[in-house]
């Protein structure tokens, strides 16, 4: 599966890291596997930054890989759909169309996650782990 990172520089081997809870969302290393997202992501960091130069990083993952990643990343991320894990302390709101993040973007949530995300958020929630507004 490919995944696409908007930056100003290019990235060519990203580090994955165990989150933090005070600093993620704000600080961290966005992918997505939509291009034009990608594209939207650093056209907004290129008008904020005053420059004409920016990149759409391009990543091969393996999607295998994403169930073990978002394991050791629990209970902050969960996954969503498929090729989708999300960091629970950036969701502004979700149903079953969709999750909504904090600074807009949209995930998709399938059928076969809901109840298991719809589990970890309220757990997050629970355990007062509210962060990202």
């Known amino acids: ?3 696409y990172h908007g930056s100003l520089e290019v990235i060519e081997r990203p580090l994955i890291l165990q989150p933090n809870r005070l600093l993620d969302y704000g600080k961290g290393f966005y992918t997505t ?17 005053n420059t004409t ?16 990643l978002t394991e050791r ?4 991320f969960c996954l ?9 302390h ?5 149903s079953h169309k969709g999750i909504i993040l904090s600074d807009n973007t949209e995930i998709p949530v399938s059928r076969s996650y809901y109840q298991q995300f719809k589990d970890a958020f309220a757990l997050m929630m629970l355990a007062g782990h509210r962060e990202v507004q």
């Not at 969503?80 to 629970?88: E, I, P, R």
Request: charged residues 30%; negative net charge; glycine residues 2%.
């Open 1 to 3: 599966m490919k995944i």
């Open 53 to 68: 130069c920016g990149y759409v990083n391009v990543y091969e993952f393996n999607e295998e890989r994403l169930t073990d």
């Open 33 to 49: 596997t939509s291009e034009r997202q990608a594209k939207e992501w650093v056209e907004r960091r290129m008008i904020e930054n």
């Open 73 to 76: 990343m629990k209970p902050d």
């Open 80 to 88: 969503c759909h498929n090729s989708f894990a999300v960091n629970l």
């Open 90 to 94: 950036a969701v502004r709101t979700y």
